[in-house]
């Protein structure tokens, strides 16, 4: 369906998932395959170019990861980025050498050859000075910053290649063989501390791939909605609805392509936020028209959370008795063929390189597990999109930006932010907490510069005293952090002002409270999570 497609071929960098969104970014499509996959894959996807990302590597380690050197016989232009620059060398009969100096962070780059990939760049014409066998001559070079992180270095570039960039601590940071179309660097284009990046990688995608900038949201939809069409023909489609962005924009995207065919179920499981299961049936219900069943089964999930305090085992038992009451539901629905979940891009990459520890410290829920007793077949639409592209894909379906832009919100909900056992009235004083945060976040402005920002009921009671009388009440935690894939965070330098005004409303206004702590750590070594 793709005509113009870039594959990069993952190595283990930080940076790869950042490469295949830059060339997006360009609207050209661009996949991630991990370095082995086979070679037959990688002729079947057809890419019109290759970027061999970098990697934590050396190419002379015992366990090197190397590719199919048939990628090089291909005919097609080929670019490696940093660790993919050595390979390339490596494979094709350069050599490669440890750094004298290993270089990180920022470096000045002097441009030696501006005809194709590094054409057009706007850098800096600066006066060089350069001493050949003690005769000292100036001249002016194009001097651009990059962005450098390696140890090794190209020693010898293979027969055909000409060096097109140099710094002071690598001659070689750049090099093209013109004639096969095969390009490499030794930086990373693809980080923004890098001043031209994007026009590097736009110069490689376009003049020398010769790739036309066809991928864009609203052919996304147009092929996607007919795709869906031409797959569930008369059947019908479940989708369960969290609240979160994901779901949202998959049944929006599903219902755009089939109507009423498509029945979203939507649990309330007794820990969800304030006004949230109103909030998400009036979304879908009166601004779609959607076919939407919403269940409240909250007496269920707290019954079942009675006297659980372990965080793994909340996690368990909420997931599981999901799974019952979608099921109960779905079987109620007559023909119903599919299953539509929000499945995103970074969940289906099979290298390891996305997967953040978080991922495997804490169990989250998946619905997948529908799948075994129901017999349903799986219809993933936004398998394909990173998380910011399905914020614009949602703008393009027309939807509220109250929705896309909502913090991420876990599954198990209050559940992992109520410390100890779980039980209405504790749900009651977190959610009432939690709502006087998000507001007085939302307020002073800083919520779209937050990853999330949440309230946590402590499992200790302080001594207080309001009015004339002691008090014996529970403690809430804040939590409020920065970051920008959940991986990694920060907690966030909120005013005090506006600290003391969360504080003072919770303490007068939610009966059970008498204290409020800001939690200042970060992650890791903490998680944003408290459980
Ligand atoms: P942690 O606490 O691991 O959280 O730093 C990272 C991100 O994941 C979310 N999170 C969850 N999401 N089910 C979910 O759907 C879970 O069990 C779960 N635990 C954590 C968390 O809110 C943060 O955005």
């Known amino acids: 369906m793709h005509e113009e497609k870039i594959l990069v071929l993952d190595f283990g960098s930080q940076y790869t998932q950042l490469i295949a969104r830059r060339v997006r970014e360009s609207k050209v499509y661009s996949e991630i395959f991990p370095y082995n996959v086979s070679f037959d894959k990688i002729i079947s996807f057809s890419p019109k170019g290759i970027i061999l990302s970098g990697g934590p590597s050396s190419v002379y380690d015992k366990n090197a990861p190397l590719p199919d050197k048939r990628i090089f016989e291909l005919?097609?232009?080929?670019?490696?980025?940093?660790?993919?620059?050595?390979?390339?060398a490596y494979c094709i009969g350069g050599k490669v050498a440890k750094a004298a100096k290993r270089e990180y962070g920022r470096a000045e780059l002097i441009i030696d050859d501006d005809s194709d990939l590094l054409k057009g760049i706007k850098s800096e014409v600066r006066?060089?000075?350069?001493?050949?066998?003690?005769?000292?001559?100036?001249?002016?070079?194009?001097?651009?910053?990059?962005?450098?992180?390696?140890?090794?270095?190209?020693?010898?570039?293979?027969?055909g290649f000409k060096p097109i960039a140099h710094?002071?601590?690598?001659?070689?940071?750049?090099?093209?063989?013109?004639?096969?179309?095969?390009?490499?660097?030794?930086?990373?284009?693809?980080?923004?501390?890098?001043e031209h990046g994007s026009e590097i990688l736009r110069n490689f995608i376009f003049d020398i791939c010769k790739c036309k900038p066809e991928w864009t949201m609203k052919s996304f939809i147009e092929t996607t909605v007919e795709e869906i069409k031409n797959r569930v023909k008369n059947d019908k489609v479940v989708c369960a609805i969290s609240g979160g962005v994901d779901s949202a924009v998959t049944a929006v995207l599903m219902h755009r392509a089939i109507k009423k065919q498509l029945i979203c179920i939507f649990v309330d499981n007794g820990v969800l936020r304030t006004g949230e299961a109103k909030k998400v049936e009036n979304t879908l219900k009166k601004h779609f028209h959607m076919n939407i069943?919403?269940?409240?089964?909250?007496?269920?999930?707290?019954?079942?959370?009675?006297?659980?305090?372990?965080?793994?085992?909340?996690?368990?038992?909420?997931?599981?008795?999901?799974?019952?009451?979608?099921?109960?539901?779905?079987?109620?629905?007559?023909?119903?063929?599919?299953l539509a979940q929000g499945t995103l891009y970074p969940d289906v990459i099979e290298s390891t390189s996305f997967k953040g520890p978080s991922a495997t410290i804490k169990s989250h829920h998946n619905v997948g597990g529908l799948l075994k007793d129901m017999k349903l077949r799986l219809i993933e639409p936004l398998r394909e999109l990173f998380k910011d592209e399905v914020r614009i894909l949602g703008r393009e379906l027309g939807m509220p930006e109250e929705v896309l832009n909502r913090h991420p919100f876990p599954g198990p909900g209050l559940a992992i932010r109520i410390i100890g056992e779980v039980t209405e009235q504790r749900c009651g004083i977190l959610r009432k907490a939690d709502a006087i945060v998000l507001e007085e976040i939302k307020k002073s402005g800083l919520y779209n510069e937050l990853w999330?920002?949440?309230?946590?009921?402590?499992?200790?009671?302080?001594?207080?005293?309001?009015?004339?009388?002691?008090?014996?009440?529970?403690?809430?935690?804040?939590?409020?952090?920065?970051?920008v894939d959940g991986?990694?965070?920060?907690?966030?330098?909120?005013?005090?002002?506006?600290?003391?005004?969360?504080s003072n409303r919770i303490i007068n206004e939610v009966k059970g409270v008498n204290r409020v702590v800001f939690d200042i750590s970060s992650k890791p070594p903490s998680t944003i999570e408290w459980e």
């Not at 710094?167 to 923004?192: C, G, I």
């Not at 007496?299 to 009451?325: C, Q, S």
Request: some cysteine.
């Open 452 to 483: 999330q920002a949440f309230a946590v009921l402590l499992p200790i009671k302080t001594v207080g005293v309001m009015g004339d009388e002691r008090t014996y009440e529970n403690v809430v935690a804040l939590r409020a952090v920065k970051s």
């Open 75 to 88: 005919g097609i232009p080929v670019l490696g980025i940093c660790y993919g620059m050595q390979l390339m």
């Open 167 to 194: 710094t002071d601590n690598s001659p070689v940071a750049a090099m093209a063989d013109k004639n096969r179309r095969f390009y490499a660097l030794q930086f990373h284009p693809e980080v923004v501390h890098t």
């Open 293 to 338: 069943v919403c269940v409240d089964a909250s007496k269920r999930f707290l019954k079942k959370l009675k006297g659980v305090t372990d965080p793994e085992k909340k996690r368990k038992i909420i997931g599981n008795e999901f799974i019952r009451i979608f099921e109960e539901q779905a079987k109620k629905i007559k023909g119903v063929k599919y």
């Open 127 to 159: 006066s060089q000075k350069s001493e050949v066998r003690g005769l000292v001559t100036r001249h002016s070079s194009l001097v651009t910053v990059v962005w450098m992180s390696h140890g090794d270095r190209i020693e010898e570039y293979p027969r």
């Open 487 to 502: 991986m990694t965070a920060d907690w966030a330098r909120i005013p005090y002002d506006i600290l003391g005004n969360i």
